[in-house]
């Protein structure tokens, strides 16, 4: 495609994680419309993903469905006019991904990499993303399957996300050794990768591996600031309740409104020392600004 563009739409399937839509298609001047329909739908499905889906009393957001509902309105009349084109297909299940129709994002993404226009970096993500997707609708065989017969390309283009991900999809399958394998092995050649270690470390604490979660997430804090939250969160579990507030301050210091904000949403794992002064300040609101 000559004089073509290309943006990145991000979006994650894990609260740790981005990962992307590589969109592509024709811009010419009889196509303006499609064009403009476009990059509305990129727009819409962009404000809806950073919007809760309910709000506190698990009613749907009006305001999200809204946006949600008027991309696939763009998107239905770019595929009146052009069809057939990996980028629609693709806003489409990411679209599906949004309402939380898993399995149906899931072939929108496996559809648009057979469509004539799709290029080799775009099929790579909608690989991914294919996986990802089959992994939430609960087909995590065949998430596997795909992340597997797409593992070299993968590699190149996301580094050790594919590791991540697979190691999480064994663990969710029983498969716990193979899981903390993965891992290991992935972290011996991601030396100089802290988002890595910080994933890795949260993986192996899933897999109730402390010792191997501790020093991952130590190795990542250098960097990754919010990897003491989840150092403190150990040790707290380990009973070195001093050692936690010490890094759950490290942490609040870095990241103070982050840690706030985590600390309020898992209220529950911070019981054992919710009376303590030193966690009840660092878990109050900040105090309002003097007026003048």
Request: with cysteine.
């Amino acid at each position: 495609m000559q004089n073509g563009s290309k943006r990145v739409l991000l979006y994650g399937a894990a609260s740790f994680v981005l990962s992307g839509i590589g969109i592509v298609w024709a811009r010419h001047e009889a196509e303006a419309d499609i064009d403009t329909l476009l990059s509305g739908a990129e727009v819409q499905l962009k404000m809806a993903y950073v919007m809760p889906a309910t709000d506190k009393q698990g009613k749907p957001i009006d305001a999200r469905e809204t946006l949600i509902a008027e991309a696939e309105a763009n998107l239905a009349k770019v595929e009146r006019q052009q069809p057939g084109m990996a980028v629609t297909i693709e806003f489409q299940g990411f679209a599906r991904m949004l309402r939380g129709k898993y399995a149906e994002a899931a072939d929108s993404y496996h559809r648009a990499q057979s469509c004539s226009d799709c290029q080799a970096e775009q099929r790579d993500v909608l690989a991914f993303n294919e996986a990802r997707m089959l992994a939430r609708a609960g087909f995590r065989e065949r998430a596997l399957e795909v992340f597997r017969a797409h593992q070299k390309a993968l590699d190149q283009r996301f580094a050790h996300q594919r590791s991540i991900e697979e190691a999480a999809i064994l663990r969710e399958l029983g498969r716990r050794v193979e899981s903390e394998q993965l891992l290991d092995a992935m972290l011996r050649g991601a030396s100089d990768e802290p988002a890595a270690w910080l994933q890795a470390g949260l993986e192996y604490e899933q897999l109730g591996n402390v010792d191997k979660a501790a020093r991952a997430l130590e190795k990542a804090a250098a960097e990754v600031p919010i990897a003491d939250y989840h150092r403190a969160r150990l040790k707290l579990r380990q009973g070195e309740f001093d050692r936690c507030i010490e890094l759950l301050e490290r942490a609040a210091k870095a990241l103070p409104a982050e840690v706030r904000q985590r600390v309020r949403e898992e209220a529950g794992a911070w019981s054992a020392i919710a009376k303590d002064w030193r966690f009840q300040r660092l878990s109050a609101p900040p105090a309002a600004t003097p007026g003048r």
